[in-house]
């Protein structure tokens, strides 16, 4: 089997239970994800042109699926920036924590369900751009800015 390295983002193919009456995807922490889920949240009406997210957590991993619609979203380790579009409601993407992330480019009505490993905690966000960089550079030896 696979050995997964969980302390970089990764793109995760749930389980699609396919039905004439309608299809089914599910996440049953364990088998999927490396961590047990705390909380779920989701945004939606997002209106054309805004962007969400502009942090880091210092604890809290995520599961991010677009149950309805597309979106990207930008991932940055203090060294590269990396985009994925989410636009499928069977893949998720595993965010380690430390990873600064913005979410733009939403299609109308698209809704984006996070799936994380804490509860909800101010403290556990880094939204200061340059301690996120102080951090990462900590972590992984150097941060561009
Ligand atoms: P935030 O995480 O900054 O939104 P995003 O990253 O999607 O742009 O959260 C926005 C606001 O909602 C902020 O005031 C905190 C609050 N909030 C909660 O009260 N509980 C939660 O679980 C989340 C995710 C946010």
């Given at each position: 089997m696979e050995t997964v390295n969980w302390s970089?983002?990764?793109i995760i193919q749930l389980?699609?239970?396919?039905?004439?009456?309608g299809n089914l995807t599910f996440v049953q922490d364990a088998d999927q994800i490396p961590f047990e889920i705390a909380r779920v949240y989701w945004t939606y009406d997002v209106p054309?042109?805004?962007f969400r997210g502009g942090h880091s957590h210092r604890e809290a991993e995520e599961l991010v699926v677009a149950t309805g619609g597309s979106f990207n979203v930008n991932l940055y380790d203090g060294v590269e920036w990396v985009t994925?579009?989410?636009n499928r409601?069977?893949?998720?993407?595993?965010?380690?924590s430390?990873?600064?992330r913005t979410l733009?480019?939403?299609?109308?009505?698209s809704v984006c369900l996070?799936?994380?490993?804490?509860?909800?905690?101010?403290e556990d966000y880094v939204r200061d751009f340059d301690e996120f960089c102080s951090l990462s550079a900590e972590r992984r030896g150097r941060c561009n800015g």
């Open positions: 970089e983002p990764r389980p699609k239970i396919y039905d004439p009456r054309a042109g805004e994925y579009t989410l409601p069977y893949v998720g993407l595993y965010i380690p430390g990873y600064w733009d480019n939403f299609a109308s009505g996070v799936m994380t490993s804490t509860l909800y905690s101010e």
